[in-house]
């Protein structure tokens, strides 16, 4: 009988105690190829990066969620962001869709570049290290995606990425799949979408094995007043997030347009560490050859803030 308490207790106590630590642990910094979870365009920065719901994001939806490609109403479309990141780091950005028959194709290049930094060894004497010459580190990403409407209001989406971050003469490559779906629920204007990004299997740094940053999207849109095509509109986007290398984060955005020449955005974060508000403006001086231009401020708590810059180009 008292073996069997002992046995008992020591159970209880395990179960305990393996809670505990599950409840210690944190998923932060586990995943690499970091570099996918940045923002890319001055819209979804603006809008606090909720923007997997909204249809009009014509090439730019290949960043996002593959899924609002397919809404475009453009035979062609173009898009370039730019930002300094933390660091002296730069981040590029580009995507252009073609709309055909069978759907519209995208190719979307994401491109972080450090610069170059200083070779070094250990130096003899006093000098402490010496200098000999220098080297390169950046981060690339090529995806090629299709979307399809299905019907007037449901659209399906992927894109297969090749990745790979160099420094020096060490690499570290994959290939991922992101995938999404856009639903205009007829209640109103709202739509709801769901995204999977960066989905794939581990990859490998020299010797030290990693797993991939998958993204998990649940989202959600619609106008509060107004519609896409009326003289004023006031759009509110909402996001749920399940990334593996952090904690379940909510994102929310509003857009004011009037004419949808001058549009405001304005977005905030919940459960970051240090990043919270954003807010941007977009420029559509309404020619006949769509051209737009965004801008978009996102605060990141003490690493400052980030400043972006995105031009969109159509034809129909």
Do not use: C
């Not at 979804?44 to 996002?64: K, P, R, V, W, Y």
């Not at 799949?177 to 960066?198: C, F």
């Amino acid at each position: 009988m008292a073996k069997s308490s002992i046995k008992i207790s020591l159970l209880v106590s395990l179960i305990v105690s393996s809670f505990i630590f599950s409840q210690d642990f944190k998923k932060t910094a586990t995943a690499g190829f970091a570099f996918l979870e940045i923002p890319v365009t001055a819209r979804t920065a603006a809008l606090g990066e909720s923007s997997i719901a909204l249809s009009d994001m014509n090439s730019q939806g290949i960043f996002t969620n593959p899924s609002s490609i397919g809404f475009t109403e453009l035979t062609h479309s173009f898009s370039a962001s730019y930002s300094s990141w933390f660091a002296d780091i730069k981040h590029y950005a580009s995507s252009y869709s073609f709309k055909s028959d069978l759907g519209v194709f995208a190719v979307g290049v994401v491109m972080l570049d450090y610069g170059s930094m200083p070779r070094t060894v250990a130096g003899g004497g006093q000098r402490v290290y010496k200098i000999l010459g220098s080297f390169d580190a950046n981060s690339v990403s090529l995806g090629l995606g299709f979307s399809k409407m299905l019907t007037d209001r449901f659209s399906f989406g992927l894109v297969a990425k090749y990745v790979e971050e160099k420094i020096d003469v060490y690499n570290a490559n994959n290939f991922l799949l992101d995938g999404g779906v856009l639903y205009y629920t007829g209640l109103g204007s709202l739509r709801i979408a769901a995204s999977l990004q960066n989905f794939g299997t581990n990859s490998k740094f020299i010797a030290d094995e990693f797993k991939m940053p998958i993204m998990l999207r649940l989202g959600a849109a619609a106008e509060l007043v107004g519609q896409k095509d009326s003289d004023y509109r006031i759009t509110i986007i909402a996001e749920a997030l399940h990334p593996t290398d952090a904690d379940e984060r909510v994102n929310i955005g509003t857009e004011i347009g009037w004419n949808e020449m001058i549009i405001l955005r304005a977005g905030y974060k919940f459960f970051y560490d240090e990043e919270t508000f954003s807010f941007g403006v977009g420029l559509n001086p309404g020619l006949s050859l769509p051209v737009i231009a965004d801008f978009s401020f996102a605060d990141y708590g003490r690493l400052g803030n980030v400043l972006r810059f995105t031009l969109q180009l159509g034809l129909y």
